[in-house]
C-alpha cells in the first residue's frame, strides 16, 4: 500500500503536508498572507540582518582555510579514485544548478541600478562601483555557502559512508532522532521554498520576454502555464537520472551561455570592459572585507541592505542545501582542496567577466544616449531591451528565452533529484516515485508564490519572495553555524585517532 508506506516516511510526508497547507493559505487568503510575510520579513531584518553580513564573510574565510589546511588533502572517496566527472562538465553542472537564470534577471538591470543608485561614496567611478558591488553580491559569498554545505555533506558522503541527508553531517554530536528528523525537515522546506522564489522569477521574466518581443501584455495566466511546462520539463530530466537528463541539459546550458557571452563581448568595447573587469576584481578582493562587514564609509544603509545584500544571501542560503548536496553528489574522487577551490574560484570569476561585459556595454549605450529614462529599470525586461541595440535583436531575444527555460530546468531537475535522495532514506539514486512526489508539489507551491506576488498593484513576484526567503533561510542560516563547528570537530577527531 503505496499511501500508508508514504505516511510512514516523516521526510515526505511532513513536509508535503506543510508545503500543502501553505499553499491553500496562500490560494485563499492571498493579501493577509503577503501582510504577514512583510511584518515577519521586517521583524527578521531587525534582529538578524547583519547576522547574515557575518555568517557570509566567516564562510568565505572558513572555507580558504580548510582548502590550504591539510584538511584540504582528504579526497572525496577512495585515495585511489579519479573524479566522477571532468572539469567541464564538473563545472557546467555546478553552475546550472547555483546561478542559473539569476544572471540573466540581473545581467544589466543590477549594474546599471548600482551605477545611478551608488550603495556608498567612494573614490572609484560609479561605473567600477557598480560592477564592484554587483561581484560582492554574486561573487565568494554566494559560492562559499554553497561550497561550506558541499564540502560537510560531501565528507559524511564520500568518507564516513553516510547518507544522503543533512543529520549525516551531525549525528555523531547530535543523538536524539527527532532532532536529526527536525533538520532534515527544515532543510527541505528551506529547499522548497528556495526554488520556487527561483521558478517565479524566472517564469515571470520568461514572460516579460514575451511580452517586450511580442508587444503584447500575456499576464498572469501565461506565467503559471510557463511553470507548469517548466516544472514538466524537469520532472522529465529529473527523472532520467543525472547522467543523462541533467547533465545535458547542463552543458547546453552553459554553451549557449558562452555564445551569447563571446558575441556581447566581441560587438561592444572590449577594450573597456577588459579594463573594468580587471579594476573591479581587484578592488573587490581589497574591499572585500569592509564590505561584508558595512564597515564605516562602506555601510549603504539598511534600506539599501534590506533591498539587496539580505536578499542575495537569504537566496543563497535557502539554495545552499540542495545546491550543495548536489555539487558533493557530482564531486566524488576530488580533494577537499579542489572542491573548495574550485567552488569558489571558477563560477565566481566567470560571474564577474559576466557582469563586466553586460555591464559595461549598458553603460556604454547610456552614455551614447546622453541620457538616462530608466530603460534598464524594469527587472524582468532589462536584457530583451539590451539586446534591442545589437545586430540579430530578435534571435538573441529567443536564445535568452531558451536559455531561461534551461537554466531553470536545471536548478529544479537538480533539487528534485535532491530531494527525492533526503525521502527515499538518503539512496544516491532515488525511486523515481520520489522524482514525481516532488516535482508536484514544487509546481504547485510555485504557483501559490505567483499568485502571492500578483496579490496587490503595487507588488511584484521579486518584492514577495525577497520578503519570504528572508524569514525562511533563518532557520538554516543558524543551523549551518553548528554544521561547520560539528565538521570541524569531526575531522580533528579523525586525524588525531589516525596519527
Same mark, same amino acid.
Given at each position: 500500500m503505496p499511501k500508508i508506506r508514504h505516511l510512514k516516511n516523516p521526510l515526505l510526508a511532513l513536509p508535503i503536508g506543510f508545503l500543502v497547507l501553505f499553499t491553500l493559505i496562500v490560494f485563499f487568503a492571498t493579501e493577509k498572507s503577503y501582510e504577514f510575510i512583510e511584518l515577519a520579513s521586517i521583524w527578521v531584518r531587525n534582529y538578524f540582518g547583519f547576522f547574515y553580513l557575518y555568517l557570509g564573510l566567516g564562510c568565505v574565510l572558513f572555507l580558504i582555510i580548510i582548502a590550504l589546511s591539510p584538511i584540504g588533502n582528504i579526497k572525496l572517496g577512495k585515495k585511489e579514485s579519479s573524479p566522477e566527472y571532468s572539469l567541464w562538465s564538473w563545472t557546467a553542472m555546478l553552475y546550472s544548478a547555483g546561478m542559473g537564470s539569476g544572471i540573466?534577471?540581473?545581467?544589466?538591470?543590477?549594474?546599471?541600478f548600482m551605477q545611478q543608485h551608488p550603495p556608498f561614496a567612494s573614490h572609484l567611478t560609479p561605473e567600477i562601483l557598480a560592477l564592484e558591488f554587483t561581484f560582492y553580491?554574486?561573487? =565568494?559569498?554566494?559560492?562559499?555557502?554553497?561550497?561550506?554545505? %558541499?564540502?560537510v555533506v560531501g565528507y559524511a558522503l564520500f568518507v564516513r559512508k553516510k547518507k544522503v541527508r543533512v543529520s549525516s553531517t551531525i549525528e555523531d554530536s547530535i543523538s536524539s532522532p527527532l532532532a536529526k528528523k527536525g533538520i532534515d525537515i527544515m532543510t527541505i522546506i528551506t529547499t522548497v521554498f528556495g526554488l520556487i522564489a527561483a521558478i517565479g522569477l524566472g517564469t515571470t521574466q520568461i514572460n516579460g520576454g514575451l511580452n517586450h518581443i511580442f508587444d503584447h501584455d500575456f499576464g498572469i495566466g501565461t506565467t503559471l502555464l510557463l511553470a507548469i511546462l517548466i516544472s514538466a520539463i524537469a520532472f522529465y530530466s529529473a527523472w532520467q537520472g !543525472?547522467? $543523462?537528463?541533467? &547533465?545535458?541539459?547542463?552543458?547546453?546550458?552553459?554553451?549557449?551561455t558562452t555564445l551569447l557571452l563571446l558575441f556581447v563581448f566581441a560587438m561592444s568595447d572590449v577594450s573597456a570592459i577588459l579594463t573594468a573587469f580587471g579594476t573591479a576584481s581587484l578592488n573587490y578582493l581589497i574591499d572585500f572585507v569592509p564590505m561584508s562587514l558595512a564597515y564605516g564609509s562602506y555601510h549603504p544603509g539598511m534600506t539599501f541592505l534590506t533591498d539587496w545584500t539580505f536578499y542575495y544571501w537569504a537566496f543563497w542560503l535557502a539554495w545552499a542545501p540542495f545546491t550543495g548536496i548536489f555539487i558533493a553528489r557530482i564531486s566524488k574522487g576530488r580533494t577537499l582542496r579542489q572542491l573548495l577551490l574550485g567552488v569558489l574560484i571558477i563560477p565566481s570569476f566567470g560571474t564577474f567577466f559576466w557582469f563586466s561585459v553586460f555591464g559595461t556595454s549598458a553603460f556604454g549605450l547610456i552614455e551614447d544616449w546622453g541620457q538616462y529614462q530608466n530603460e534598464f529599470g524594469h527587472v524582468f525586461s532589462s536584457i530583451f531591451v539590451f539586446f534591442e541595440n545589437y545586430p540579430m535583436a530578435t534571435l538573441l531575444n529567443?536564445?535568452?528565452?531558451? /536559455? /531561461?527555460?534551461?537554466?531553470?530546468?536545471? @536548478?529544479?531537475? @537538480?533539487?528534485?533529484?535532491?530531494?527525492?535522495?533526503?525521502?527515499?532514506?538518503? $539512496? &544516491?539514486?532515488? &525511486? &523515481? $516515485?520520489h522524482r514525481l512526489i516532488w516535482s508536484a508539489c514544487i509546481l504547485l507551491a510555485t504557483l501559490a508564490l505567483i499568485l502571492l506576488g500578483n496579490a496587490k498593484p503595487d507588488i511584484d513576484v521579486?518584492?514577495?519572495?525577497? $520578503?519570504? =526567503?528572508?524569514?525562511?533561510? =533563518?532557520?538554516?542560516? =543558524?543551523?549551518? !553555524?553548528?554544521? %561547520?563547528g560539528a565538521f570541524v570537530w569531526e575531522v580533528s577527531r579523525k586525524q588525531k585517532s589516525l596519527n
Open positions: 540573466l534577471l540581473r545581467a544589466v538591470q543590477e549594474p546599471v553580491q554574486w561573487g =565568494l559569498t554566494a559560492w562559499a555557502f554553497y561550497g561550506l554545505f %558541499a564540502m !543525472v547522467n $543523462k537528463g541533467i &547533465k545535458a541539459i547542463s552543458r547546453i546550458n552553459i554553451l549557449i529567443l536564445t535568452t528565452l531558451l /536559455l /531561461l527555460v534551461g537554466f531553470l530546468v536545471t @536548478s529544479v531537475d @537538480s533539487a528534485v533529484f535532491v530531494l527525492s535522495m533526503f525521502t527515499d532514506r538518503g $539512496k &544516491k539514486n532515488p &525511486k &523515481k $516515485k521579486l518584492t514577495a519572495v525577497q $520578503k519570504l =526567503l528572508i524569514i525562511t533561510s =533563518l532557520p538554516f542560516a =543558524l543551523f549551518m !553555524v553548528y554544521m %561547520a
